[in-house]
């Protein structure tokens, strides 16, 4: 792709402090026109503040300087300026009313400005499925919002915003908008993420420019033509995507190389077994599955194909038609398996939405993490909050929990924070198995790191782990084995040096082109 080097945005200078403390120092941005620009760092390196800047959302500190289209524009913006200056947002919450249709979301903006009875529905209905057709989606716009997968609505709010800035600049070349995506994918699956790359290239090549804001390295390097790196509030970089690599990128991220985590995979016969036996759920098909004391053990495939569920249905948080866990010696109906009974026999979830599932995001740190102790701390005259809030301390700073103040509310922490905050809550209690669904979701890659370690840490202290998910780089730097679903049901098993991400992947694609599940080879086994 070929790009004009007048930048179409600016950013020049730029601080940002709260409290005393400096969250952005003298930072330059510079996006060129018809770009796809990366923006990477850490949780806490600074991006979300540039964005909110940029957006109006933040004040700078005084000395900053925007640029936009080569016309310099006064800071700070002002709430919603960034309209009429053709940049539009798209942020992970993606502004949609679920209640409403795809037409009502999509002309928000027309309807907040007149009256619906002037709008003809019949002609903005034709309008939409024509915006919709040059992107290449195949969307409804009767359709409520609370039906979509979650791409359709992520595509819905990316096309919704590339028509906002159409509407608001200028058609002779003297305006190009910028769209800002603020970590998109995050709660997508790897299978949705190609469509959602495909209308960012689309929109650059109408020589609008993307801002592009995520943790994922592999997204960083596939999607944009340059990255720009952000460490501890201050640039340390920008660089062609093309001449970038993990390594790189890592390096600028986090000040120094990332170690390679190097486990030694476990002999699956090794320590006690914990069984699931005849598990039927909405997807999953009489599925029957062991793991061991001290061993990691992955499930994947593609999407639908029953893996998802399993955390769920033994943890008792949904119902399965049928199925029992054998955890030391004893026998669980998993129909009639419900979280405190899980909690009882020794079982812990993390589930994939650790803010909606798996904790209380307006309660503090220090209640979120020793919820599942708090017998502990009971007397006569209540909880001695004193010890509870000394020892969840102790507890957040052996979990490298950043900062470790158990006062602070829970949905204020990164998201690589609140996970190790999540592992913390389950891991003090020495669960004797602990399920994981896509534990390093909207996690950056140095808390990922501190993940894995935590993870093989709790493994070596005899706790079994499931780890679910669809990441198979991830899944084979932490996992002993591997199973692979298909239409249900276990359908490979992967051991020892079949552990790659490769063979992982071809495994899962393999068994979804085939016809029949049930028949495949195993491998040797579920064990």
């Known amino acids: 792709m070929t790009h004009e080097h007048r930048p179409v945005v600016a950013l020049r200078r730029i601080s940002k402090s709260f409290g005393g403390v400096r969250a952005l120092h003298d930072v330059d941005l510079t996006i060129r026109r018809g770009e796809v620009h990366g923006l990477l760092g850490e949780n806490g390196s600074g991006k979300s503040t540039l964005v909110k800047i940029l957006s109006g959302f933040h004040v700078p500190d005084g000395g900053g300087e925007l640029e936009l289209n080569g016309r310099s524009v006064s800071l700070p913006l002002h709430p919603g300026q960034f309209r009429s200056l053709g940049m539009s947002f798209v942020h992970q919450d993606l502004g949609l009313v679920p209640s409403l249709s795809v037409l009502e979301n999509f002309l928000v903006g027309n309807l907040t400005s007149q009256r619906s009875w002037r709008l003809s529905w019949a002609r903005e209905r034709r309008r939409t499925q024509e915006t919709f057709k040059s992107f290449g989606l195949k969307l409804d716009p009767r359709a409520k919002v609370a039906d979509l997968r979650p791409a359709d609505r992520a595509l819905l709010a990316i096309v919704r915003a590339v028509e906002e800035i159409r509407a608001n600049t200028a058609d002779d070349g003297s305006g190009y908008g910028l769209l800002v995506l603020d970590e998109p994918t995050v709660f997508l699956p790897a299978s949705d993420r190609d469509e959602l790359?495909?209308?960012?290239?689309?929109?650059?090549?109408?020589?609008?420019?993307?801002?592009?804001?995520?943790?994922?390295?592999?997204?960083?390097?596939?999607?944009?033509?340059?990255?720009?790196?952000?460490?501890?509030?201050?640039?340390?970089?920008?660089?062609?995507?093309?001449?970038?690599?993990?390594?790189?990128?890592?390096?600028?991220?986090?000040?120094?190389?990332?170690?390679?985590?190097?486990?030694?995979?476990?002999?699956?016969?090794?320590?006690?077994?914990?069984?699931?036996?005849?598990?039927?759920?909405?997807?999953?098909?009489?599925?029957?599955?062991?793991?061991?004391?001290?061993?990691?053990?992955?499930?994947?495939?593609?999407?639908?194909?029953?893996?998802?569920?399993?955390?769920?249905?033994?943890?008792?948080?949904?119902?399965?038609?049928?199925?029992?866990?054998?955890?030391?010696?004893?026998?669980?109906?998993?129909?009639?398996?419900?979280?405190?009974?899980?909690?009882?026999?020794?079982?812990?979830?993390?589930?994939?939405?650790?803010?909606?599932?798996?904790?209380?995001?307006?309660?503090?740190?220090?209640?979120?993490?020793?919820?599942?102790?708090?017998?502990?701390?009971?007397?006569?005259?209540?909880?001695?909050?004193?010890r509870m809030r000394s020892d969840a301390r102790k507890l957040l700073e052996q979990f490298d929990v950043r900062p470790p103040d158990p006062g602070l509310k829970y949905q204020s922490l990164s998201g690589g924070n609140q996970q190790k905050a999540m592992l913390a809550k389950w891991l003090q209690t020495n669960p004797s198995l602990l399920l994981l669904h896509e534990p390093t979701q909207g996690v950056d890659v140095g808390a990922r790191q501190q993940i894995?370690?935590?993870?093989?840490?709790?493994?070596?202290?005899?706790?079994?782990?499931?780890?679910?998910?669809?990441?198979?780089?991830?899944?084979?730097?932490?996992?002993?084995?591997?199973?692979?679903?298909?239409?249900?049901?276990?359908?490979?098993?992967?051991?020892?040096?079949?552990?790659?991400?490769?063979?992982?992947?071809?495994?899962?694609?393999?068994?979804?082109?085939?016809?029949?599940?049930?028949?495949?080879?195993?491998?040797?086994?579920a064990s």
Not at 255 to 284: D, F, H, M, N, V
Not at 470 to 483: G, I, K, P, S
Not at 485 to 513: M, N, P
Request: proline share 1%; charged share 25%; with cysteine.
């Open 452 to 525: 894995f370690q935590l993870t093989r840490r709790a493994a070596a202290t005899g706790t079994a782990v499931v780890w679910v998910s669809t990441d198979h780089e991830q899944l084979a730097a932490v996992c002993d084995r591997v199973v692979v679903f298909g239409r249900g049901r276990v359908a490979r098993e992967l051991t020892g040096d079949q552990v790659t991400k490769e063979w992982i992947a071809e495994q899962c694609y393999r068994v979804a082109e085939s016809h029949a599940g049930s028949h495949l080879d195993t491998g040797g086994g």
């Open 197 to 386: 790359f495909a209308i960012v290239r689309e929109i650059a090549a109408t020589r609008a420019s993307v801002l592009f804001v995520s943790h994922d390295l592999d997204e960083i390097l596939e999607v944009t033509d340059r990255v720009t790196v952000l460490r501890d509030g201050k640039l340390r970089g920008t660089i062609d995507t093309a001449q970038a690599s993990d390594e790189v990128l890592v390096e600028m991220i986090i000040g120094r190389r990332l170690q390679a985590l190097s486990i030694e995979r476990r002999q699956t016969e090794a320590g006690k077994a914990i069984s699931i036996t005849g598990l039927t759920g909405r997807y999953a098909r009489d599925v029957s599955l062991t793991v061991h004391e001290g061993e990691v053990l992955g499930l994947t495939g593609l999407l639908g194909s029953g893996f998802e569920e399993i955390p769920y249905y033994v943890f008792g948080a949904r119902s399965a038609a049928a199925g029992r866990l054998e955890v030391d010696g004893k026998i669980y109906d998993l129909h009639a398996m419900s979280p405190s009974r899980a909690v009882e026999a020794g079982v812990a979830l993390i589930p994939a939405d650790r803010q909606g599932d798996g904790s209380v995001g307006s309660l503090s740190l220090g209640d979120n993490v020793m919820v599942r102790v708090l017998h502990e701390y009971q007397s006569r005259v209540g909880l001695n909050r004193s």
